[in-house]
């Protein structure tokens, strides 16, 4: 297992852009069809508004994974924000406390292959998720 | 950076061609609320052909910008959406239904055409 890893960290508002652009990217580089780039780059956009939101800052790592005969692109947003009080209503359609369209994580697992969420109240949050390229 | 809202008789056109981050997105909604009551536009046709990206934020925007010009009494066509942003929008679960879309700018423009004639 190879992997290759870079990050943008999320500040300002316009760090959303700068994440969802370099994802674009590594996922172009990696050979991801025009709609999977799409589901990659608002994946992050996604995971990196929220950290925006809830946590001020944080970031979001790159990885590219090469797992037995499968290439996939991992994604991981982490901060050290308040956490996800309750997880399984996070996960919820249609639940958001920030009044957005609670679009948000239900979405993000919709868009990538792999999903996994780790988060402690006070101490912060992790979500890592990953897409294969189909061959 | 501003997105430039052009007036063709009784009409706003718009085309997004950059990415838009939530800021410009804010501006844009007010800048064309406020171009609609000093013109008095009664249709507006925003063209989304070169964008690539629709997230829920700008979703969010984008839909309340088509609601807040009704309530003026103009109508907002969204035209050009990308098949990758269609496809990336339903798995997001954003379904845009009360919003009125057409292909492209022509069919856009037919299509305020006859909503404001009848």
């Known amino acids: 297992m190879s992997k290759t890893q870079s990050c943008v960290h999320i500040k300002k508002e316009w760090d959303i852009v700068g994440a969802r652009q370099m994802g674009r990217e590594k996922a172009k580089e990696l050979g991801f069809g025009t709609v999977n780039q799409a589901r990659i780059a608002t994946a992050i956009s996604e995971l990196a508004r929220n950290i925006y939101l809830y946590a001020g800052t944080g970031k979001i790592s790159y990885e590219v994974v090469n797992d037995m005969n499968k290439l996939g692109l991992k994604i991981i947003a982490s901060d050290d924000g308040p956490g996800i009080a309750d997880i399984s209503k996070s996960m919820e359609d249609g639940f958001s406390t920030s009044g957005g369209l609670g679009a948000g994580l239900p979405g993000v697992k919709r868009l990538m292959d792999d999903f996994d969420i780790e988060s402690e109240e006070g101490k912060g949050t992790t979500i890592t998720a990953i897409k294969w390229v189909r061959k | ?118």
Request: charged residues 20%; glycine residues 6%; hydrophobic residues 50%.
């Open chain 2, 1 to 118: 950076m501003r997105i430039p809202i052009l007036k063709l008789h009784n009409y706003l056109l718009v085309s997004i061609q950059i990415d838009l981050d939530d800021q410009t997105a804010i501006e844009f909604q007010e800048d064309l609320l406020s171009k609609i009551h000093k013109s008095g536009a009664t249709g507006v046709v925003i063209d989304l052909t070169s964008v690539d990206i629709i997230d829920s934020f700008i979703a969010k925007v984008l839909g309340d910008v088509v609601s807040m010009s009704d309530l003026m009494g103009a109508k907002v066509v969204l035209t050009g959406i990308q098949p990758a942003v269609a496809m990336t929008l339903i798995d997001l679960g954003i379904h845009m239904q009360n919003v009125p879309t057409a292909l492209d700018l022509e069919q856009g423009l037919i299509k305020l055409r006859q909503e404001l004639e009848e």
